[in-house]
């Protein structure tokens, strides 16, 4: 009788034991294992947004430094834009006589020099438009070309055509825009 009992208690043990085993599993597939992962969704959009501050507290930092730079980047820009562009009153004369001290320091022969002032509302700065037509010995032309690129206003070299000149030598038609403020 006693081995009778002792059998029963064992199988109600057992019973037992492989129902509470059977409930954690269930608990654990119905409620633990979701939260753990609603868990880990909740870090990794936390960690993915912390990134996106990080992220935008740079570009706000890159912002303010430029912001700050701006006052003495508008002083370089004024000072550079005095030194460097002339006035419109005083474009034409520049660059005509840019022209013709080049032409002479080059030793070529200045056959002739058309401006052309392009103006448009949209850009800070008018441009002014020359056309030159120098003969000489290509190295004279290609010293004048040079020189004209090179010089301290700021001018733009557009195009450069060679063509035989008048008197057999050779003649150098140059396209440029000197630049001028308003």
Do not use: C, W
Request: charged share 25%.
């Amino acid at each position: 009788m006693a081995k009778l009992r002792r059998k029963t208690l064992l199988r109600i043990l057992e019973t037992a034991a492989f129902g509470m085993v059977a409930l954690d599993v269930l608990f654990y597939l119905a409620v633990a294992r979701p939260l753990a992962d609603g868990v880990r969704d909740q870090q990794q959009r936390f960690a993915d947004a912390r990134q996106q501050v990080h992220l935008i507290q740079a570009r706000i930092g890159q912002a303010q430094d430029e912001l700050n730079a701006l006052p003495s980047t508008d002083a370089a820009m004024k000072k550079f834009l005095q030194a460097h562009v002339p006035p419109r009153q005083r474009g034409y004369s520049r660059a005509a006589g840019l022209v013709h001290k080049l032409t002479d320091d080059s030793n070529v022969q200045l056959k002739g020099v058309h401006y052309r002032l392009t103006v448009d509302p949209k850009e800070p700065l008018e441009r002014l438009g020359i056309q030159a037509n120098v003969e000489g010995p290509f190295e004279g032309l290609l010293k004048f070309a040079h020189s004209l690129e090179t010089t301290e206003d700021l001018l733009l070299v557009r195009g450069v055509i060679l063509q035989p000149g008048d008197n057999g030598g050779l003649g150098l038609r140059l396209l440029a825009e000197l630049y001028v403020t308003p």
